[in-house]
C-alpha cells in the first residue's frame, strides 16, 4: 500500500493550464481506471473532482479534465482562476478493496 | 442533500480506545459502501477502511489492521469506527466518506482524534 507520486507544488498564471502527474505501479493506476481527484481548500473536507480518470461529478466546471496514461493519471486544470489554488489529491483503487492516495499537490495561482 | 456527520473525537492517552460515529442522512444508508479516510495534522489523505453494504465484509490499511474495525448499523444509518491501541501516529482528522464507483464521492466534515499524554 505505497502512496502514489504527485509533485508537492504546481503553479501558474491566471488564464493558463497547469497539469498535476499522479504515478502508480502497474497493481493500481496501470490496472484500473477508478483514478480519481479531490480539491481540498485548508480546513475543509475534500470534494470530488474527476472520477472514473476523467469523469467529473455534477457541477464540477468543465475547466478540469483527466486523463491516464500506463501507470500515471494526470489532472488538467485549464483557465486557472484564482479560486482553484487548494490541495490537489490523487487516488487510485488497488485492487482487493484497498485505495491508496497520492502524497498532495499544492497548487498555487501566481 | 447527503449529510454526513462525524462524532465521537477528542484526546486520548497512548494505548487507549475510541469508538467514532458517522450519522448519514439525505441518502438511502443501506445499499452503500462507506470508507474511514483520515489526515494528520499538515499531512496528506490516507485511506483507513472500507465496508460494503450489508457490512459482510470489511478492509484495512495495513497500518490500522488489527487494531481498528468498521462497522455499520443499516438500521440506524450510522457508520463506526473502533480504535483500539491508539498510537501518537494514529493523531488525524478522520473522515466518513459515501463511495460511488470506487470514489469518494461524498465526505462529512471529520472529526479530530489527538492521541497524546
Known amino acids: 500500500q505505497s502512496a502514489l507520486t504527485q509533485p508537492p507544488s504546481a503553479s501558474g498564471s491566471p488564464t493558463q493550464s497547469v497539469t498535476i502527474s499522479c504515478t502508480g505501479t502497474s497493481s493500481d493506476v496501470g490496472a484500473y481506471n477508478y483514478v480519481s481527484w479531490y480539491q481540498q481548500y485548508p480546513g475543509k473536507a475534500p470534494k470530488l473532482m474527476i472520477y472514473e480518470v476523467s469523469k467529473r461529478p455534477s457541477g464540477v466546471p468543465d475547466r478540469f479534465s483527466g486523463s491516464k496514461s500506463g501507470n500515471t493519471a494526470s489532472l488538467t486544470v485549464s483557465g486557472l482562476q484564482a479560486e482553484d489554488e487548494a490541495d490537489y489529491y490523487c487516488?487510485?483503487?488497488?485492487?482487493?478493496?484497498?485505495?491508496?492516495f497520492g502524497g498532495g499537490t499544492k497548487l498555487t495561482v501566481l | 442533500e447527503v449529510q454526513l456527520v462525524e462524532s465521537g473525537g477528542g484526546l486520548v492517552q497512548p494505548g487507549g480506545s475510541l469508538r467514532l460515529s458517522c450519522a448519514a442522512s439525505g441518502f438511502t444508508f443501506s445499499p452503500n459502501w462507506m470508507h474511514w479516510v483520515r489526515q494528520a495534522p499538515g499531512k496528506g489523505l490516507v485511506w483507513v477502511a472500507h465496508i460494503i453494504s450489508d457490512g459482510s465484509r470489511t478492509n484495512y490499511a495495513d497500518s490500522v489492521k488489527g487494531r481498528f474495525t468498521i462497522s455499520r448499523d443499516n438500521a440506524k444509518n450510522t457508520l463506526y469506527l473502533q480504535m483500539n491501541s491508539l498510537t501518537a501516529e494514529d493523531t488525524a482528522v478522520y473522515y466518513c466518506v459515501r463511495d460511488r464507483g470506487y470514489s469518494f464521492a461524498w465526505w462529512g466534515q471529520g472529526t479530530l482524534i489527538t492521541v497524546s499524554s
Open positions: 487516488s487510485s483503487y488497488a485492487g482487493s478493496n484497498n485505495w491508496v
